[in-house]
């Protein structure tokens, strides 16, 4: 089934180079929506976008400065004003494959920000030396969701090609606005991932070499879990202990 990978390696560099090229940070991947949202499209998938995906009510961290710029910016760049408007003002997009074959609702996550990055000018940086170095001073793809964005585009076409083969529903996550954990809450809250039996996600690494694949174990990447107590539940807390101690 998967001997034919390679077929799709030069559409993942060709989306990936026009992605790294117009690095959208979060909230504000218009271009990048769209273009995703059209070859989906194209491979004949049930596409979603705007709110029945993201739920407003649980948007953080988005500009309505930034946002605006970035739909001109976008149009400037050949997207259309309808596709624009599909979005309703939030990027991010969903595309739903059913096999119309009982089995179990599986989610694959790729999210599509980039970073406030200024990209290095070093003439040995692949990007400099063959021509698709960022557009847009102060914004990089640093982290390699220009990547993911293209993995899951590649995705999207293989599951296509192989659907007779498959069984249940198949649920592709574009998420927006990745950085600083702003966008997972909307895209959850809008109900997309309700009906979910499995949910998978991947990050790319340079720890491995071509070819492989790593599976993590749990704290491989690092995490902070916090605990907040208030003073006076913090003084409740200590009264406790020293009844206790006395006891």
Known sequence: MFE??????????????????????????????????????????????????????????????????????????????????????????????????????????????ALYVTETENVDHIPNKEGFRSEFQGKMHACGHDCHAATGLAMAHWLKVHEAELNGTVKLLFQPAEEGTRGALAMTESGILDDVNYLVGAHIACTPRLGQVFISEPGTMPRLNLTFISRAERHTQWLIRKTEEML
């Open 4 to 113: 034919d990978l390679k077929n799709y390696t030069e559409e993942m560099v060709s989306f990936r180079r026009s992605f790294h090229k117009y690095p959208e940070t979060g909230w504000t991947e218009f271009r990048t929506t769209a273009i995703i949202a059209e070859r989906l499209n194209e491979l004949g998938y049930e596409v979603l976008l705007g709110k029945a995906i993201i739920n407003p009510d649980f948007v953080m961290g988005r500009s309505k400065t930034e946002v605006e710029a970035a739909q001109c910016k976008a149009v400037e760049l050949g997207i259309s004003k309808e596709a624009i408007g599909a979005c309703q003002g939030y990027t991010g997009c969903a595309a739903i494959l059913e096999t119309g074959r009982p089995g179990p609702v599986t989610a694959l996550r790729f999210d599509i920000d």
